[in-house]
């Protein structure tokens, strides 16, 4: 491929990745204007009402966020109301999680996807699609100068 090529296949694949870029927002702007939550915060309750019971450690690992990050959205969740927190008999230091009335009321006109356009995309593609996405993703984080390693554990609505 020639240089003037491959700099015009470059700029449509920057296009797309615009187009991403802008539907992830437009999504997120979407969840805060008709729920007043951000986007992690909207998946975290799903996540919660999904799996009544849910620990944060267990919140954490299903939003690939660090524990302090699942710990604030709950904090947040709560103080709006829209989660309870109960600790267990056998074991006080684990505290488990579930949606209240007003945090199922609030799912239930909440925009979906609930995971975000992004996550919900990616889970509806074949696996064979996943898989080469993963290896060209690797390649094109391994090229970036100026790469932001610990942004994998933040949530996208927050970057």
């Known amino acids: 491929m020639k240089a003037a090529e491959r700099h015009e296949f470059a700029r449509r694949v920057l296009k797309q990745f615009r187009v991403v870029f802008n539907s992830i927002r437009t999504h997120y702007r979407d969840v805060e204007s008709e729920c007043g939550l951000s986007g992690s915060q909207l998946w975290a309750l799903a996540e919660i009402e999904k799996d009544p019971g849910l620990s944060v450690s267990g919140l954490a690992s299903i939003l690939l966020v660090h524990q302090s990050t699942a710990s604030n959205l709950v904090e947040r969740l709560e103080a709006l109301g829209l989660i309870a927190k109960a600790r267990t008999k056998e074991d006080q230091r684990v505290v488990r999680l579930r ?29 064979e699609t996943l898989w080469g996405l993963s290896i060209n ?5 391994a090229t970036i100068q100026r790469k932001d390693d610990a942004a994998a554990a933040k949530p996208l609505a927050d970057l």
């Open 137 to 141: 993703m690797t390649d094109l984080t």
């Open 99 to 127: 949606a209240t009335a007003k945090g199922r009321q609030l799912l239930s006109r909440a925009p979906a996807p609930t995971v975000g356009v992004l996550l919900d995309a990616l889970e509806s593609l074949p696996v």
